[in-house]
């Protein structure tokens, strides 16, 4: 449904700036196709969540091999940065997943340093994270957690403090093997571009909130603010192709997704960012150990990045909809535990009755 509010707001945008037909045509298409992946996927995953990661395991080889089939030979930085990286991480996750429960979290920091050591700070971090939510389930005994389903308040609170000091301690020790390996200076350039387009993208929502400027944002002054303010942070030229030279480009998609479609247009980012933060909260405190645990732990670490640090294009829009059904199973994963939970405890105090029924 959210998907669904959100193209309309990208409709009303491309209607009122009378957005170009090659313009809209894609940025409706997109909404389309990712709502039809997230039904597809939605009804294989209600059959069998495997169908789901069977078809992660295949995305992930084909991203790989797709530099190949191109007839394209990327040095090992970029081919790790641009293609291998998420895709490997996944794989190797589904892998480990058949053996014990430290093999998954040991083979995250085992990704963790390989990503540092080829330039990929945001893959190193949010493995960091999945093994911290991994290590934490695997403690919690099926006693401990047997008797606690709803998450409170103070446990979000203190969900999100966790989050944030691991987010804080992984930073620092990223940062740390950066400066080991000379990354250092490309971090702090990137730091720069990607603030640099968030208050371009800000200034011009604020001069627009509530409609967008339409599929595929152009707008010759901001971008060429934005370009120069790049060029002064990196101390290099800004490099635009001709197809986007008045392109407002935002590494955010829920900056993008404002942006292009308005206050409706948002709709959709607003509501996942709000299920992931509760997931992953439950996920953090509450949720049983299980060989899929990793993996979505994973997949929605890294789809909460994109929502904040990414653009709205490439492959996420494949990897939305699946983490989005991954989202639907943690759902049902959390209501079967509350219905056994629920048993439990009526058996508990009507032994009786239990007995009986």
């Known amino acids: ?18 957005t170009p037909s090659i313009d809209y045509l894609r940025g409706w298409s997109r909404w389309i196709a990712m ?47 641009f293609y291998a990286g998420l895709p490997v991480c996944i794989l190797a996750i589904l892998f480990v997943s058949r053996f014990r429960p430290w093999v998954s979290v040991a083979a995250l920091l085992g990704l963790a340093v390989l990503s540092v050591a080829l330039d ?12 911290g939510i991994s ?14 389903t709803a998450v409170s308040k103070t446990s979000m609170a203190i969900a999100a403090l966790l989050i944030v000091a691991t987010a804080l301690s992984a930073v620092f020790l990223i940062r740390l093997l950066g400066e080991r390996y000379g990354y250092a200076e490309r971090f702090q350039r990137s730091n720069a571009t990607r603030m640099v387009s968030a208050i371009v993208t ?12 339409g599929s595929w944002p152009r707008d010759a002054e901001l971008a060429r603010k934005r370009d120069e303010l790049v060029s002064e942070a990196k101390g290099t030229k800004a490099f635009r192709t001709t197809a986007q030279d008045d392109l407002i480009i935002s590494h955010s998609q829920i900056l993008q997704g404002w942006l292009e479609g308005g206050l409706l247009g948002l709709t ?3 509501c996942l960012t709000w299920l992931l933060f509760r997931q992953l909260t439950w996920l953090s405190l509450i949720s049983p ?25 490439g492959a996420q829009r494949v990897y939305i909809p699946a983490t989005c059904v991954l989202i639907c199973y943690v759902a049902q994963m959390s209501s079967e535990l509350k219905r056994v939970v629920h048993q439990s405890s009526f058996a508990f105090a009507n032994p009786r009755l239990a007995g009986a029924t």
Do not use: E
């Not at 990929?120 to 093994?131: D, G, N, P």
């Not at 800000?202 to 400027?213: D, E, K, N």
């Open 1 to 18: 449904v959210t998907m669904i509010v959100s193209w309309i707001g990208y409709v009303i945008s491309d209607m009122i700036r009378d």
């Open 35 to 81: 709502g039809a992946s997230f039904a597809t996927l939605a009804w294989l995953g209600s059959k069998n969540i495997g169908y789901l990661t069977a078809f992660l395991a295949g995305l992930a080889i084909g991203t790989c091999l797709t530099p190949f089939a191109m007839g394209a030979a990327p040095g090992i930085r970029v081919f790790w940065k």
């Open 120 to 131: 990929s700070r945001s893959f190193a971090m949010l493995c960091i994270l999945a093994a």
């Open 135 to 148: 290590w934490l389930a695997i403690r919690r005994t099926s006693n401990h957690w047997a008797r606690r």
């Open 202 to 213: 800000w200034s011009a929502i604020q001069q627009s909130p509530f409609v967008g400027y």
């Open 268 to 270: 959709f980012f607003g």
């Open 289 to 313: 150990f299980t060989s899929l645990t990793p993996l979505i732990a994973f997949m929605q670490l890294i789809c909460a990045w994109n929502l904040f640090l990414s653009p709205f294009s």
